[in-house]
């Protein structure tokens, strides 16, 4: 493992509160994610499916867990089944959790091999009439590839078709959303390896460097630290950044560009999720830095209202109303467009066509909606843009911010300040 893991106190937690909101005579079971094929016999690195890691720490493919708080058989109301280990397998593929590993880090006190899985099944399932089953109920996500909870639902299904069933995501989402203790540690953890790259790239930046380089630079410090990329980095020079999902990064950076930077570590699956905006020659210009002081005003205020009570539907609206005044002053938009603008599409979408910011956590655009209410213990990103293509300035700020009465920047030490990053990048 490369990571410090959280002790199983917080699995145990995080499980009975999840069998706290289970209808009496039900179960739920979850699944672990694929090793997914990548090539030839090759798959890619594993990534543990982030639901059964929150309520297991369990880090390793072909797992399942069953919850059956009201089974009359102590040892059978929580079981994680793990795949069996054996010495070819140790010598051909490497290390997989032993029983006794499993135990501990879970705080799961009965592991079984996946042999058992069938039969503890079928005793379980006498036991009760709903089974909770789990999806990725990601609202924005479609995908062709099943899942192996997908399969495992339609198996469900077939062999067991007088039982109800249930959907366990909204569940689990309501309590991902809401960060234990332990989870803001990783995830403070995440952005400081974050800033570390980000230290480190600005000690290499100038015209001529390739942006892949710069890259380079990162995965070089998350790799170092025992963390990975949490999502395809953007490294976008000149008029690339105004791509907003441009993750290609094979263009050289050249005097006088801006260079988006849109980076985040993940160390021990929890995510951070970061932008900076900074001159490839180490000096902003005169309008470079008006509309970065632009998007650094928006992206202060917008960090200060990220209290509980509101949602991320109304923080945008507030955001995107300072973001006219801000598109005014810098000569974008006027105030006859904005005031007989249509609603539905309103004149600040020219420039700033993306949301405020998004819940992160586990995964990078976390679980939960722009409806929910905010609530303290919640992580949101805040990261205003302004992207004028005309004048090759694609500019984002974002930090990640813990919700509470006095919001919490996890990146506050991560520069952002103009005068600052101009220091750094001062090559002696
Ligand atoms: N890096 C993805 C995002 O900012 O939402
Ligand atoms: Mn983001
Ligand atoms: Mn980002």
């Not at 036991?127 to 479609?142: A, D, S």
């Not at 006859?336 to 979408?349: I, L």
């Not at 586990?362 to 843009?385: A, N, Y």
């Amino acid at each position: 493992m490369r990571y410090q893991p959280i002790p199983s106190d917080m699995y145990i937690r995080n499980r009975a509160k999840l069998v706290g909101k289970l209808k009496p005579g039900s179960m739920a079971i979850i699944n672990s994610n694929d090793e997914m094929p990548r090539s030839g016999d090759q798959t890619f690195p594993f990534k543990q499916n982030s639901d059964l890691f929150y309520i297991s720490g369990c880090d390793q493919e072909k797992c399942v867990l069953t919850l059956c708080p009201g089974h009359p058989v102590e040892s059978l109301r929580e079981v994680l089944f793990i795949v069996r280990t054996n010495d070819l397998m140790v010598t051909w593929n490497g290390y997989k959790y032993t029983l006794t590993e499993a135990r501990q880090l879970s705080g799961i006190k009965n592991v079984k091999w996946l042999d058992d899985f069938e039969l503890t099944l079928r005793d379980q399932m006498s036991r009760v009439q709903t089974v909770y089953l789990n999806q990725n109920e990601y609202i924005k996500f479609t995908t062709e590839v099943p899942s192996r909870d997908l399969r495992f639902a339609e198996k469900m299904k077939r062999e067991y078709p007088v039982h109800t069933f249930e959907r366990l995501a909204p569940l689990l989402t309501d309590l991902r959303k809401i960060k234990e203790p332990e989870e803001i540690t990783q995830m403070q953890k995440a952005c400081d390896i974050t800033e570390e790259g980000f230290r480190r790239a600005l000690g290499m930046i100038k015209p001529g460097v390739l942006e892949y380089e710069i890259e380079a630079e990162f995965t070089h410090a998350f790799a170092i630290r025992g963390a990975v990329h949490a999502y395809q980095p953007i490294v976008a020079s000149g008029k690339n950044a105004c791509v907003l999902h441009y993750i290609t990064n094979d263009q050289t950076c050249n005097n006088g560009d801006l260079l988006l930077l849109d980076i985040g570590a993940e160390y021990g699956n929890y995510c951070a999720d970061m932008s900076r905006t900074i001159p490839v020659n180490g000096k902003f210009s005169a309008r470079q830095r008006q509309v970065y002081e632009a998007v650094l005003r928006l992206l202060k205020a917008g960090m200060k209202m990220l209290i509980p009570g509101t949602t991320n539907e109304k923080w945008h609206a507030e955001v995107t109303k300072l973001m006219e005044k801000e598109l005014i002053g810098l000569g974008l938009i006027t105030e006859e467009e904005v005031k007989n603008q249509d609603p539905s599409n309103p004149v600040f979408f020219k420039y700033y066509m993306h949301g405020t910011g998004h819940f992160l956590g586990l995964d990078v655009h976390d679980v939960g909606s722009r409806q929910d209410e905010l609530k303290r213990g919640m992580v949101i990103t805040c990261e205003p843009g302004i992207y004028i293509p005309e004048e090759d300035i694609g500019i984002r700020l974002e930090n990640d911010v813990l919700v509470d009465d006095v919001p919490v920047n996890l990146m506050a030490s991560i520069p952002v300040e103009p005068d600052d990053i101009e220091a750094l990048m001062k090559k002696v």
